[in-house]
């Protein structure tokens, strides 16, 4: 089956930082690459998604990017702020499988 | 996108018994999922809530556990059978809305005790 690999598990950042966080997946007819954001007691919540029909998404700070040949999609935040601190989870591939997410704290 | 409920929020129960979680949608969807959360971990897809057929496991997953309901488009149930401590995690159900995208629902918060 699908196998993600999310890394880093944990990342602190300044605020005004960027910040990455990267999936690797498995299954080379993956064609979907969705982003969500967790809030402490909070459910899921779909910040960005791409097709692999393109290579880069932008969404005001976030942006996401595609590499299919060597099978890894990137979440970009830039000028972090202390309302990004979240987890963050990749999905892999329009599989239903998640990585297993990355905490990030935004320090101000 | 859909607006998703569940009930309950959370629950406390005793070992051995069953609690059954309900999720409503206000909008016909054709998927509906069932994930676990445990505590500080990420999602895993327990099954596939299929309309008018038996719900698709994973897995690691079985009916006899985890029964699952669909009655129609908009609403499906998930029992946590035979509880153990084991079983405390939060419960979500999700939706997609166009081709791929899930909306999940608020969970409900699970103690075994």
């Known amino acids: 089956g699908e196998n993600v690999e999310q890394h880093p598990s944990t990342l602190s950042v300044q605020e005004g930082d960027s910040a990455v966080i990267k999936c690797t997946y498995s299954d080379s007819a993956s064609n979907y690459f969705p982003w969500y954001k967790q809030e402490l007691g909070k459910r899921p919540q779909l910040i960005i998604d791409?097709?692999?029909?393109?290579g880069e998404k932008k969404d005001q700070r976030i942006a996401v990017t595609l590499n299919k040949t060597a099978k890894h999609f990137s979440l970009h935040i830039t000028e972090t702020q202390p309302e990004d601190s979240a987890v963050y989870f990749c999905?892999?591939?329009?599989?239903?499988?998640f990585g297993a997410g990355t905490i990030l704290r935004v320090k101000s | 996108s859909a607006v998703i409920s569940q009930k309950p929020s959370r629950d406390i129960c005793q070992r051995g018994t069953s609690l059954t979680i309900q999720c409503q949608v206000d909008?016909?969807?054709?998927?509906m999922f069932w994930y676990r959360q445990q505590p500080g971990q990420s999602l895993t897809l327990i099954a596939t809530a299929n309309q008018g057929s038996e719900a698709t496991y994973e897995s690691g997953f079985v009916i006899d556990k985890f029964p699952i309901s669909r009655p129609n488009l908009t609403f499906s149930t998930l029992t946590v059978s035979n509880m153990s401590p084991e079983d405390s995690s939060i419960y979500l159900c999700?939706?997609?809305?166009?081709?791929?995208?899930?909306?999940f629902g608020p969970g409900t918060r699970l103690t075994v005790l």
């Open positions: 791409i097709r692999s029909n393109v």
């Open positions: 999700s939706v997609t809305s166009g081709p791929d995208t899930q909306y």
């Open positions: 909008s016909q969807v054709t998927m």
């Open positions: 999905e892999g591939g329009n599989k239903l499988v």
